[in-house]
């Protein structure tokens, strides 16, 4: 079974939650976990400007997804940095190109997940997930999220990420805060329970 993890990540954020994520798939056995990059479509002076040039070298070897990798896959997580409480413009690019394998039903019954990344506690997380399942919905993906057995995230002694609808990270107005453990354990379980119900379906 082929999972697929495909995300954008601008400074590392997502790019570390991929990661764990990609960790706790990998827990499943008979899983084959592949994570793929959404084109960059910012040009190189703005990435420069923003200070994201050095950032983004430590995770260019990852190979930027194709199409065709979305239909081959069993299941999809898709990662994305929040603007505005929705998803970020990269992978609204990418998924607006994605009418040739809706058109053939390509998506149809696979699972799909989404995890985040906010700069501030309120910045959007929840409504950039949700929003984004309307994408996979018209799709005809089956939705999985990250159920409260994950118990981190009903915590109140720290500012942490995640909730029911996926793992998720805050990174800080300038991007200092990199994800802590409950976050990163949040991931894990995301990536562990998604792999497993893909599993079960398929």
């Not at 990435?47 to 995770?59: N, P």
């Not at 990662?79 to 394998?101: E, H, K, V, Y």
């Not at 942490?160 to 976050?183: H, L, V």
Request: aromatic letters at 8%; glycine letters at 12%; hydrophobic letters at 40%.
């Amino acid at each position: 079974m082929k999972l697929l993890i495909v995300y954008y990540s601008m400074f590392g954020h997502i790019h570390c939650m991929a990661e764990a994520v990609a960790e706790g798939a990998r827990e499943v056995p008979g899983v084959d976990v592949v994570m793929r990059r959404v084109p960059e479509t910012l040009p190189a002076e703005v990435l420069a400007k923003v200070g994201a040039t050095e950032l983004q070298k430590k995770f260019s070897h990852v190979p930027v997804c194709t199409l065709q990798e979305l239909a081959d896959a069993d299941a999809v997580i898709f990662g994305t940095p929040t603007r505005f409480g929705n998803m970020c413009g990269q992978m609204r690019q990418f998924l607006d190109a994605t009418g040739g394998i809706w058109r053939a039903g390509a998506l149809v019954g696979k699972v799909g997940s989404v995890f985040t990344s906010s700069g501030t506690q309120h910045g959007g997380q929840e409504s950039t997930i949700l929003s984004f399942h309307i994408t996979l919905l018209h799709h005809g993906m089956i939705i999985v999220g990250l159920p409260y057995t994950f118990t981190g995230q009903a915590g109140i002694d720290e500012v942490a990420g995640c909730s029911p609808y996926g793992a998720s990270t805050i990174a800080g107005g300038d991007g200092q805060r990199w994800p802590t453990q409950t976050e990163l354990d949040g991931a894990r379980f995301h990536g562990r329970y998604v792999a497993q119900i893909a599993k079960k379906l398929n």
